[in-house]
């Protein structure tokens, strides 16, 4: 059975999408720790970040790097954290957050209450700021 996230991948579930290519996914978390919080996935069904190869290892950390610059433009910040957990989805991912201090990283501080209107505004500040590939 697919991941929610591949689900998402192939538009069976609506998300905030942010950028995308041929390999990577990136949208907004619909429980955000900020304003710009985003998570980037492999297009390929992985449970274990440390189980993709090496090569998607690097291209997925290219990506989230332009991911990460397009939100630190959208949201100015110090910098833009990285996590990795991995545990509520079985679908590697990272967890990109804008942060103006390491605190903003506590995924058990309390998540944003967007609108819709909000997270649609927050993909589109990022998307404007997204590179092409």
């Known amino acids: 059975m697919a991941t929610i996230f591949s689900?998402?991948?192939?538009?069976?579930?609506?998300?905030?999408?942010?950028?995308?290519?041929d390999k990577f996914y990136a949208f907004l978390d619909i429980n955000p720790l900020?304003?710009?919080?985003?998570?980037?996935?492999?297009?390929?069904?992985?449970?274990?970040?440390?189980?993709?190869?090496?090569?998607?290892i690097g291209e997925m950390q290219i990506f989230a790097k332009k991911v990460a610059s397009a939100i630190k433009a959208a949201y100015p910040c110090i910098k833009v954290g990285q996590a990795v957990?991995?545990?509520?989805?079985?679908?590697?991912?990272?967890?990109?957050?804008?942060?103006q201090s390491e605190k903003d990283m506590l995924f058990t501080n309390p998540k944003l209450q967007l609108t819709t209107e909000e997270f649609i505004e927050v993909a589109e500040n990022i998307r404007k700021n997204f590179p092409g590939e």
Do not use: C, Q, W
Request: overall charge negative; aromatic content about 8%.
């Open 7 to 21: 689900r998402i991948v192939a538009g069976e579930i609506p998300s905030y999408k942010v950028a995308e290519n």
């Open 85 to 99: 957990l991995g545990l509520e989805v079985p679908h590697a991912h990272i967890h990109l957050v804008p942060m």
């Open 34 to 56: 900020a304003k710009g919080h985003t998570l980037v996935i492999p297009k390929r069904e992985v449970d274990y970040f440390f189980d993709l190869t090496d090569e998607e």
